[in-house]
């Protein structure tokens, strides 16, 4: 079983950064397309931002192309999203998730980081 663990969720400013991480158990974490999600009070949740297994471009939520960036170091097992020039409006709980069996479904998830932008 899969097992992801978010952690670099905080209270910050807007207009400045925060980076998020996602340690991902299993010995094939390269083989899986892994996204962040994230969920505002009263809000579904969406999806940020995703890179697939096989590589090619990420992609991004219109809403944050631009100022997120996420990456992957397989070596570590270990998802990134870097946030630059947040706003309020990307205060949600924080998500990542994997694809651990190339479903094109998200079949694992953990349990989520805060992120609160004071403005």
């Known amino acids: 079983q899969v097992q992801l663990v978010e952690s670099g969720g905080d209270l910050v400013q807007a207009g400045g950064s925060l980076r998020l991480s996602c340690a ?8 899986y397309t892994v996204g962040w999600f994230r969920q505002a009070p009263g809000k579904e949740r969406k999806l940020v931002a995703s890179i697939h297994w096989s590589g090619g471009s ?6 944050v ?3 997120f960036t ?3 170091d397989n070596a570590k097992s270990t998802l990134y999203l870097q946030m630059n020039s947040l706003k309020p409006e990307d205060t949600a709980l924080y998500y990542c998730a994997a694809d651990s ?5 998200y079949d694992s998830w953990g349990q989520g980081t805060q992120v609160t932008v004071s403005s």
């Open 58 to 63: 990420p992609y991004y939520a219109d809403s």
């Open 101 to 105: 069996s190339r479903s094109g479904l």
């Open 24 to 31: 991902v158990s299993g010995r094939t974490f390269s083989t």
């Open 70 to 72: 996420i990456s992957r």
């Open 65 to 67: 192309k631009g100022r």
